[in-house]
């Protein structure tokens, strides 16, 4: 195949990394000596555009805010106000417009989401670029780069458009923000062969918004704006729709059902007194009003309540969140995707393990603090310093106070160091640098140079194969040896060893020159051989030591954790085994070969994915959420962002994350934490199930006193409540006692439980067929007050009493509403002092609207005697007690099930 089609066939596929800088320029059209002319460079400007991300057209402000009616349960709700205000109940009616009102504008302000990432992404771009155009330097704005432009980048740079490497010296860069990759990438010019490489392997590229962290390079650029990989990602970001929270799904179904419920009302209540002869004005201003009783209208307020104080709670525990429904939707996760560095691992790099002088040791402490023994397989503990020297002085680095400056790897030596007995700080001041080779991509190692006396002592650190090779002798334990074929295998053994446990190998060694014969200022490499082998360091980063109980407390909860990577696959496999994930380890290239389908089959039993793209984090999530999970998935790259947006719950790294995936995600973590996650998670749980005691207490107020006036109706009886009574019981319902629930305490066991089903709903078959039996406890235990009061006293005195006792059965229902499998009265029947403060108030009040003259003349009531107050609590009493007796058969039956299965079974 000849160049241009070879060249044109491999643009067509965007695989630069296969060109070789000459057919990339070639293909580019520009030699690389003069760069491009000011006039091309203009000419390619009108054709490709600038170098800028799209920006999506926004939504009116008007549109945003009509949204937030889209909810059924508040189209009901507004139905419900109509109704109110059509039979002159106004304080009902506005009430339920300020609730509808006042949660349309909390959701208002969430919709500005998108816009907010793509601009914080837009912020993120280089500003200005130093390229060569015209044969001359000059310093353009970035959006003015075209294809075909020559870029001048050195250390501290951010790379201002994707291209090809023209030049490379110990050229590395950052590129986290868009791999994954915990390390600094070490770049280079020479071709690579395969066409579908990784991002991350695709060492003679540079990408948009990454950083040069060391050397210098000259770049063609191959693409601007949004044809760059970020630009791919801006346009994923755009693209992706966020999902449904399944508490929305589940009000929009209650909803439903209070409508359906309500239209019955109306319907049988208004025909019912029809037939008996009533007006049908007077007939329908009834049904009417108990339909607008059977709508919980508190329930968005109590909702919103929960849902803040949740939020409140997970803020004190460094878990911001941004949206309301968030934390609902945490409580029912079902899969959290974390990635590796910083948030399962601490994202410092520590000596775990090395070898020196023929023993093997280990290294205790994580992180760069200097606790932490050494402990060797074989004592006694030979002195580690002569090791230790080399990590110490041929070092850029260093650690104060347990923080970083400079390189992580070296960051972790000089800990090591220190945890050998050496002082490092205290060491280069007694011996300072006369010369230096710095690192170089090339040959692979750094070394220094120091006065020794009569002698300068070179130290070197580097890759264990480059200085196994320069070296002639070794450090054995009864001193310098020649370096022959066994002790080479011996060493490389080693080497082998400690990198099958997934860490990152460094080697250290010397040479003593006699002073007299050293140049600082000659040829240094001369010296880069010859070299006395010393030792071998392992590193890795390590996890939190909290993660693994994080992990084992989610796995008991029922919610699988799986691991996102950009690092390499025995690395992540490694850090999973510590951290307790048991399962498949799959890599990028792995999920290409997979389809969809099966990708979807597989995906369940995959704990860890190593260098994956942006694009494999998509299709993980999309995948996850195709067989039902509610999923969470952490980042802190611009490269998670796209896949945070898909998830159910986005969750980004509040330290180490950039503007764009706070921006994109619902979660922030203010301390980069798995473990705040499950806290997180926890709190998500304790509101949704605070909101279903509301929705358990309301309810069942709403259905006994709905069956109660139906069940009048039918016996032909006066109505049992006035209207200003229903007012009243409505006020008590929707009232303290009831947003009390909403601060109610975890429950024992909560994390033990699996997660919600998706199809689970707040109102389902059980849960309302047991509402329906306190409803009927209710309607009975009230008739019968009505029917004695009847009776005994006459009228007033019936209805007193019927009143009474039903809001004495709120009193005691709402204990079944916060116990509905265990007994209420467990380890947390006394811990929620609002609730109690809320309960003595409504006594004291129904007290007073007895026996107070001017509440009575409002209330229509009269004053009871001391012994239907005693018969009044003891029928109220019998939902708590009769719903107690079912819980403990329920309670016995089970016990007898599990001691006898076969019997069962």
Partial sequence: MDIERRIGCRIGHHS??????????????????????????????????????????????????????????????????????????????????????????????????????????KEMLA?????????????????????????????????PADGRLLVAHNLEADEAALTGESHAVGKHMAVLDSDDLPLGDRVNLLFMNTVVTRGRAELLVTD??????????????????????????????????????????????????????????????????????????????????????????????????????????????????????GTLTLNQMTARAGWFAGQRFSVLGEGYGAEGAIHAEAAPMLDLRPLAMPMALCADSRVRDG????????????????????????????????????????????????????????LVKGAPDVLLARASRWRAADGEQALDGTARDLIGRENEALAGQALRVLA????????????????????????????????????????????????AAGIEVKMITGDHKTTAAAIARELGLVGEVVDGGELDALDDAALIARVDGIVVFARVSPTHKVRIVRALKALGHVVAMTG???????????????????????????????????????????????????????????????????????????????????????????????????????MTLGVEPARPGLMRDPPRRQAAQILDGERLLRLALYGLTMMAGTLFMFRQGLTEHGQPYALTAAFTTF????????????????????ATFFRNGKLWLALGGVLALQVLVVHWAPA??????????????GLAVAVAASVLLLDEARKLVQQLFRSRAAANPAESG
Avoid at 147 to 154: F, K, Q, R, S
């Fill in 16 to 121: 630069w990394h296969t060109f070789s800088a000459a057919e990339a320029a070639q293909a580019l059209g520009v030699v690389p000596a003069a760069g491009l002319s000011t006039a091309t460079a203009s000419e390619r400007l009108a054709e490709h555009g600038e170098n800028r991300l799209a920006e999506a057209v926004p939504r009116p402000l008007w549109r945003k805010f009509l949204d937030q009616f889209r909810n059924f349960l508040v189209v009901v709700l507004l139905f419900a106000a109509a109704l109110a205000w059509a039979i002159g109940d106004l304080k009902d009616a506005a009430v339920i417009l300020i609730v509808v009102l006042l949660n349309a504008g909390l959701g208002f302000w969430q919709e500005h989401r998108a816009e907010r990432t793509l601009a914080a992404l």
């Fill in 127 to 159: 500003a200005h670029a130093r390229v060569r155009r015209d044969g001359r330097i000059s310093e353009v704005d970035a959006s003015q780069l075209v294809p075909g432009d020559i870029v001048l980048l050195e250390a501290g740079d951010r790379v």
């Fill in 224 to 341: 601007t704006g949004m044809r760059t990989e970020m630009g791919k990602l801006a346009d994923m970001i755009a693209g992706a729709e966020e999902g449904e929270a399944p508490l929305q799904r589940q009000l929009d179904t209650l909803g439903k059902k209070l409508a359906a419920i309500a239209g019955g009302v109306v319907t049988v209540i208004f025909l019912l007194d029809f037939a008996r002869g009533l007006p049908w004005q007077q007939a329908a201003m009834t049904a009417v009003a108990l339909a607008v009783a059977a709508i919980p209208e508190g329930l968005p307020a109590v909702v919103t309540v929960t849902l803040a104080i949740g939020m409140w709670r997970m803020a004190k525990n460094r878990a911001i969140l941004k949206k309301l429904s968030a934390v609902e939707t945490l409580g029912s996760t079902t899969v959290i995707c974390s990635d590796k560095t």
């Fill in 403 to 458: 923080q970083l400056i400079g390189d992580p790897t070296e960051g972790a030596l000089w800990v090591l160091a220190q945890k050998c007995g050496i002082d490092p700080e205290a060491e280069q001041e007694r011996r300072p640098r006369i010369a230096e080779i710095p690192f170089d991509s090339a040959h692979k190692f750094m070394a220094t140079f120091h006065h020794a006396g009569e002698t300068v002592e070179m």
């Fill in 508 to 555: 250290v060694a010397q040479r003593l020159i006699p002073a007299g014969d050293f140049d600082p200022a000659g040829d240094l490499m001369a010296w880069a051989d010859g070299w006395t082998f010393i030792g071998l360091a392992g590193l890795m980063d390590p996890p939190r030591p909290e993660a693994k109980a994080a992990i084992a407390l989610c796995h």
């Fill in 636 to 738: 802190d790259g611009v490269n998670d962002a796209p896949a945070l947006k898909a998830a159910d719950i986005g969750v980004a790294m509040g330290v180490t994350g950039t503007a764009v995936t706070r921006e994109a995600a619902t979660l922030v973590l203010t301390d980069d934490n798995f473990a705040t996650i499950v806290r997180a998670v926890k709190e998500g749980r304790v509101v949704y199930d605070n909101i279903v005691k509301f929705v358990r207490f309301q309810l069942s107020t709403n259905i006994g006193a709905i069956l109660t006036v139906l069940a009048a109706t039918l016996l032909g009886w006066p109505a049992p409540f006035t209207a200003i009574h229903l007012l009243w019981i409505n006020i008590i319902m929707d009232g303290p006692p009831a």
């Fill in 807 to 826: 809001v004495l059965f709120q009193f005691f229902n709402v204990f079944n509403a916060r116990a509905e499998r265990g007994s209420a009265f467990n």
């Fill in 856 to 869: 009575q003349a409002v209330f229509d009531t009269v004053d009871l005697a001391a012994k239907d107050w």
